[in-house]
């Protein structure tokens, strides 16, 4: 079984920055993509940035140029380096991991970003 616990949310100024973490415990293979979607008060959830195994990340639109995904793989966490935040940022940020062999998701429990002045 896999556990995922995110940290870094809050509250930030427009123009600010904030940095997501996601740990996850428990057996993580190789081929294992990992990332961040978040979802807005009525709206769906929707992928904000993903990245293999062998670090080779996608964006979505809405973010690139001022979002940058990582991870570390020896200590199966990934981050999320949020800049320049725009109050379209504001939402619940969830970690996922997605095992491609498998096609099994986790979900971690959500943080909240709030970009507001």
């Known amino acids: 079984q896999v556990q995922l616990v995110e940290s870094g949310g809050g509250l930030v100024q427009p123009e600010g920055s904030l940095r997501l973490s996601c740990a996850a415990s428990?057996?993580?293979?190789?081929?294992?993509?990992m990332g961040w979607y978040r979802q807005a008060p009525g709206k769906e959830r929707e992928l904000v940035a993903r990245i293999s195994s062998g670090g080779f990340p996608n964006y979505a639109d809405s973010v690139k140029g001022r979002f940058t995904i990582s991870r570390d793989n020896t200590k199966n966490t990934v981050y999320l380096q949020m800049d320049s935040l725009k109050p379209d940022d504001t939402a619940v940020y969830y970690c996922?991991?997605?095992?491609?062999?498998?096609?099994?998701?986790?979900w971690g429990r959500g943080t909240l970003v709030t970009v507001s002045s």
């Open positions: 996922n991991l997605y095992f491609v062999q498998e096609g099994t998701n986790y």
């Open positions: 428990g057996s993580i293979s190789s081929g294992v993509l």
